[in-house]
């Protein structure tokens, strides 16, 4: 656009031209401008719009003839936003530390800021007295909503643990220590518990299935060591 001729002084005289010719029609009662009246009046409109010292002006003004470049360089230039700055450092800056701009998330921090801002306040004389026991009220204010939240979030989380702990169910199953119960292992516990006779290994049996009245010690013994494998378990 910049380096265009006919985008310069033609093209203004070229609206201007088309723009008299318009309102000439409007005069006559010509209320529509169809296709055929616009390449009847184009003619006679280029005739009066590209006259030799227009085209010359047009050429001078964007800087081709003569050869000029710095007629839309300097456009360019000026219409550009200016570089930023910057500053060459040694060695890399150090980070800012966040805690400064970062609100207080506790009600200790947040008194240690009102002291600090009270402090900043009682030493700045030029201060208006109103001004200050507005911000007085406003610290204060700041501490009670601070303390009365503390206050529900430790009532909120203390409900909820109350809320929780009926729902809980406690597992009564105990975790052995050991592996597995051995045959081994079995026999010893059927020996402290009691002497291991016949007639008390019937009598243990006929709990479990009639069929097992007749059989002899090593099965019966068998047998109770699988009931207390089971045992052992489900405890």
Request: charged share 25%.
């Amino acid at each position: 656009h910049l380096v265009q001729p006919l985008d310069g002084q033609p093209f203004q005289a070229f609206k201007h031209y088309f723009r008299k010719k318009n309102n000439e029609n409007i005069q006559w009662g010509i209320s529509t401008i169809d296709k055929a009246d616009f390449l009847r009046d184009i003619p006679k409109l280029r005739c009066d719009t590209f006259k030799q010292r227009t085209i010359r002006n047009a050429f001078i003004d964007r800087g081709i003839y003569p050869w000029n470049p710095s007629k839309a360089l300097d456009i360019l230039a000026n219409a550009r936003s200016p570089s930023p700055v910057l500053n060459i450092r040694d060695k890399t800056p150090s980070i800012p530390s966040s805690s400064t701009n970062s609100p207080p998330q506790t009600i200790r921090t947040l008194r240690r800021s009102i002291q600090k801002l009270d402090k900043f306040v009682n030493e700045s004389p030029n201060l208006d007295k109103s001004f200050t026991r507005r911000l007085d009220r406003v610290f204060q204010s700041a501490i009670q909503t601070a303390e009365l939240t503390a206050q529900l979030q430790s009532d909120i989380s203390q409900h909820l643990e109350r809320a929780r702990a009926p729902n809980s169910r406690k597992s009564r199953r105990r975790i052995p220590t050991i592996g597995p119960l051995t045959v081994k292992d079995a026999n010893r516990r059927i020996d402290t518990l009691c002497p291991v006779t016949p007639s008390y290994l019937r009598y243990m049996a006929r709990w479990f299935s009639p069929c097992c009245r007749r059989q002899s010690k090593t099965n019966l013994q068998q047998i109770l060591c699988f009931l207390l494998v089971i045992i052992n378990i489900f405890q």
